[in-house]
Every structure is written in C-alpha cells, then in structure tokens.
C-alpha cells in the first residue's frame, strides 16, 4: 500500500475516526499533445501512479471539516459558510459553490487529504483534487454524475479559481488505464486507448522546482492569442474554420501582417499533426521516432508558443544530448514544472553528478526525478488495498 495512502487514513482515523469511503485520485503527464486541448487538438496523456488519498465519513453535524494532511490544516465550514481563502481550500470552496448552484447543499462531513504527486510541479495535481472530491461527494451523496460530468465540472471549477484550461488533465485523470496512453481528441471529447509497451523504454520526469499556479502566468493570455488567431483565419476562410481543418498553407497570409500570431497558430497545427505521429510511432515499436517528435514538441512550445522557461530549455537542452534519451520536452502549462524524457536506461552516476553540479550551478537550486508510469484512473479504493 503506498505510504501517502496509509499516512492519510491513519490522520484521518485519529481526527475523525474510521473512513466510509477512500478515494484514489493520480496526477497526469503528457507524452505528447500541449498547449492543444483547448484548442480541440489531440493529446496523448497518461495518469500516473502519484496520488493524492481522500478519507471521509459523516459527521451528523451541519459543518465540514476538510483536513490536509500535508499542511497538517483544518479548514472548518460552520454551516455551509465559506470562509478560508488559502490556496489549497480554494477548489473546495468552488466544488461547494457549484453543487449548491446545481442544488446540493454539502454538509455534514469530515474529510482529510493527501498527496504524493508534486504540487505546482506540472503533474496536476489541482485537477487530481477537483476530480478526486467529485468522486468522494458523488458516492458520499448519490450524485449519479457520470465520468463525462465528472470531467466538465472539475474542469469548471478550475476556470472558477481562473485557469482557463481545456480537458485534458480531468479526462487522464478519470479514464487512465494501467499500461496504456489516453489518445483524447479534445474537439469531440472521444478518447481511445494507445498500449504502451514500448519494451526498454520508460518515462522520466525531470522537475525544474520552478512552482507556479498556472493563473499567475501567461497560460490564459496563450489561449486569448491563439482565439484571435483563429478569428482571423475565419474571416478570411469562413466560420467553419477549427484548428482541426485549417493547415500551414492557409495560415501563411497571415505570416507578415500578424507574424505573431502566426508562430501561435504554427504551434497547435504542428503540435496536433505531432500526436497523430506519435501515436503511429508508438504502434509501430518506433521509440526513436516519438523521441525525435517530443524534441520537435519542445522546440515549438519554447520558439512558437513561448511557454517555456530557462530552467526547463537548460534541462531538456541537456538531456537531449545523452544517448539513453531518447527525446525530452517541457510539459504541461510551462512556466516551470516538468521536463519529461522518454529514455532506454537510466542515466548513469556520473552523468546525473553532472547535470546536476551544471543545474545548480546556473540556478542555485537543485531538480528532482520523478519516475512516471501510466495507472490506472480515479477511484474509490479499500482502506486495506
Ligand atoms: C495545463 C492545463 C491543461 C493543458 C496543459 C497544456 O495542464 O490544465 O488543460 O492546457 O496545461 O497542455
């Protein structure tokens, strides 16, 4: 059983006593496919096996009492009144605010969390705690929602707190399958499965320790531009104009008037045809190939979308360079957070002292390396499991 499970049971048992229900909520990454799924792109994400636990029962009072365990924090709610503002209360709060609108009062329960995956490192770890609280409340209140629901509201929770985000993390996060990528198309919101077993090769996350919530950086700006992007090929081909059937050729009048929006618009088309790529790749055994197109991926985020940072170029920069990497790129939001690296073995002693030492050096801190394999999704787990 994993330690941040048994860690969060036995805080909840003390607090509270023995759960009635335990639910397992994982963070994501993304092979390939960023800064496209509120674009209704294609992306090839992956829940992974760094969770965030929750334990609840029923209290028979009119309050809520929500513990986290990682601050070791009680955030009370008497009577349905909110009234802490502090980052991680924020998306309950919102989850409070947007079940009393569709008419469920929440009340009457205790609840503790916490979590394994990274906070702030670009694992979403904010979607795996809307989407784990949906899942705890459904079952606690016979809420029938179903994965589709679960996924359009936790997703409307987090553009209440600001983010306006596609539904990329939320549907990794409810339909991930141990061994496999979530191939998503985020237009029609049809997903299938891509098996990976692409024999010696695994994933490695490779993590700046450059935090952020993503409101505090350019991600909505990012969305407001390649919009107005859009809006221009329209008026030019017609409303019927998505990013879905517009190529490179028809942007091109748009190169000297708005070259800026061009570079945008140049990202997501790549970036879609990239995951179509990828996912022949993977089906073929090609590891090389998915390795060349991350790096592509990588490239277009820094030079097109501009969504990267130093830290995270420094880093993917430099694992591109070892033979057992076979491709690296930023992923999720950007800003910081995580490089991930598709690799055939890990890197040795020496060359870790290396980065590492080179790492510090420019920025005076240090990474983390995060292993990530796909797992399965959301669900309400056993105390003893
Ligand atoms: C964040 C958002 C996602 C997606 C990625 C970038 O993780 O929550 O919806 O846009 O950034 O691909």
């Excluded at 994400?45 to 969770?51: G, M, N, T, V």
């Excluded at 996924?151 to 990794?172: P, V």
């Excluded at 237009?187 to 505090?216: G, M, P, Q």
């Excluded at 790096?295 to 360079?321: I, P, R, W």
Aim: charged fraction near 25%; hydrophobic fraction near 40%; proline fraction near 2%.
């Amino acid at each position: 059983m994993s330690e941040k499970k048994k860690q969060v049971i036995n805080k909840f048992t003390d607090l509270f006593g023995e759960p009635e229900c335990i639910v397992r909520s994982p963070g994501r990454a993304n092979i390939i496919g960023e800064h496209v799924d509120y674009c209704g792109g294609l992306v090839l994400p992956f829940a992974i096996e760094q969770s965030m636990y929750f334990c609840l029962r029923s209290n028979n009072t009119k309050d809520i009492n929500f513990h986290s365990v990682d601050y070791d924090e009680t955030y009370i709610i008497k009577e349905g009144k909110l009234n802490y503002a502090k980052e991680w209360c924020k998306y309950f709060n919102e989850l409070i605010k947007l079940l009393d609108r569709r008419g469920l009062k929440v009340i009457g329960v205790d609840i503790a969390f916490g979590s394994d995956i990274p906070i702030g490192g670009g694992v979403s770890s904010s979607s795996a705690l809307c989407c784990g609280l949906l899942l705890l409340l459904d079952q606690k209140f016979n809420l029938s929602l179903s994965i589709d629901e679960m996924i359009e509201l936790a997703a409307e929770i987090e553009h209440g707190i600001g983010l306006k985000g596609g539904n990329m993390d939320q549907t990794s996060i409810l339909v991930g399958k141990r061994g496999y990528a979530v191939l998503l198309d985020c237009e029609t919101k049809e997903y299938s499965y891509i098996a990976l077993n692409l024999e010696d090769h695994f994933f490695i996350l490779f993590d700046t320790n450059v935090k952020h919530t993503l409101v505090d950086t350019e991600y909505n700006i990012r969305r407001t531009q390649v919009e107005h992007a859009l809006k221009l090929v329209r008026k030019e081909y017609g409303a019927d104009q998505t990013f879905r059937n517009t190529n490179l050729e028809q942007i091109k009048f748009i190169k000297e008037s708005h070259p800026f929006y061009y570079k945008r618009i140049r990202h997501v088309l790549n970036e879609i045809k990239r995951v179509e790529e990828a996912v022949f790749s993977i089906k073929n055994q090609d590891a090389r190939l998915l390795g060349q197109l991350m790096n592509m991926s990588h490239a277009s985020l820094t030079g097109d979308y501009e969504v990267s940072c130093e830290q995270l170029d420094f880093l993917a920069g430099k694992l591109q360079l070892h033979e057992q990497v076979l491709g690296a790129r930023m992923m999720g939001g950007g800003f910081g957070g995580n490089v991930i690296a598709l690799m055939t073995k890990e890197l040795s002693q020496k060359q870790m002292v290396e980065l590492r030492e080179a790492y510090r050096n420019n920025f005076g801190y240090d990474f983390r390396v995060i292993k990530v394999s796909p797992s399965n999704s959301a669900t309400i787990v056993e105390a003893n499991q």
